[in-house]
């Protein structure tokens, strides 16, 4: 078992919908949970971390986190061709140690 | 201020050689890690350096060596190159660990 799974997509959705991107990890005691977005042919841009139970916002963004199931989830609202990308989940193990471990990431494709 | 500086953005080495790759983080991040990139792994733990000392390394064969100079400037080597090692490779710099991570723009090898 990988330490972070993610659905590898494709997954489609029409503008202005809401895209779902979701994530499980296998260290329980994992505590910093970060979403990065990827364009194409470029680097990994961190757009959300979370590190409590909970949901948390930021402008069209939501993070959800829920330790117990071990699941991380990313929606993005009134979805934009702009959104079209690569969407990487990553977690920081227990070990405290200064590395994240990421799942294979999820291609989003907004079609507009 | 200058984000994550790496060079050269593309390399074509041929099997056998060797391969230095560099990253300059940000001014004032002693903090760098290193991260390979395939479409297969997605992104794996390479090593990470913190003023001068490996202080964290991931699951890589001993092929796959690093460095950090006193100005913060780090280094990876990779020695008898194989074509599995064909990938993206990503540095992040950071301030205060994997929450404040920043991602250089990589380096692509490509081995023939």
């Known amino acids: 078992q990988k330490e972070v799974e993610q659905n590898s997509g494709p997954l489609s959705v029409p503008e202005g919908a809401i895209a779902s991107l979701n994530c499980t990890y296998s260290d329980r005691g994992s505590q910093s949970f970060f979403w990065y977005r990827q364009y194409s042919g470029k680097s990994p841009e961190l757009i959300m971390s979370?590190?409590?139970?909970g949901d948390k916002e930021d402008g069209r963004f939501t993070a959800q986190l829920n330790k117990a199931s071990q699941y991380v989830s990313l929606l993005i609202r009134d979805s934009q061709p702009s959104d079209s990308a690569t969407y990487l989940c990553a977690v920081n193990l227990q070990t405290g140690a200064n590395n994240l471990f990421f799942g294979t990431g999820t291609r989003l494709t907004v079609i507009p | 201020k200058a984000g994550v500086t790496q060079t050269p953005r593309y390399l074509i080495k041929t099997r056998g050689q060797q391969v230095t790759l560099s990253c300059s983080p940000i001014?004032?991040?002693?903090?760098v890690s290193w991260y390979q990139q395939t479409p297969g792994q997605g992104l794996q733990f390479l090593f990470e350096?913190?003023?001068?000392?490996?202080?964290n390394k991931g699951n890589f064969p001993g092929r796959f060596s690093g460095r950090q100079f006193s100005n913060s400037r780090s280094e990876m080597n990779v020695s008898t190159l194989e074509l599995g090692d064909s990938a993206l490779y990503l540095c992040?710099?950071?301030?205060?660990?994997?929450?404040?991570?920043?991602f250089g723009s990589g380096t692509r090898l490509t081995v023939v």
């Open positions: 979370i590190y409590s139970n």
């Open positions: 350096y913190f003023s001068e000392t490996q202080r």
């Open positions: 992040a710099s950071s301030l205060a660990g994997v929450r404040t991570y920043t």
């Open positions: 001014s004032g991040h002693r903090s």
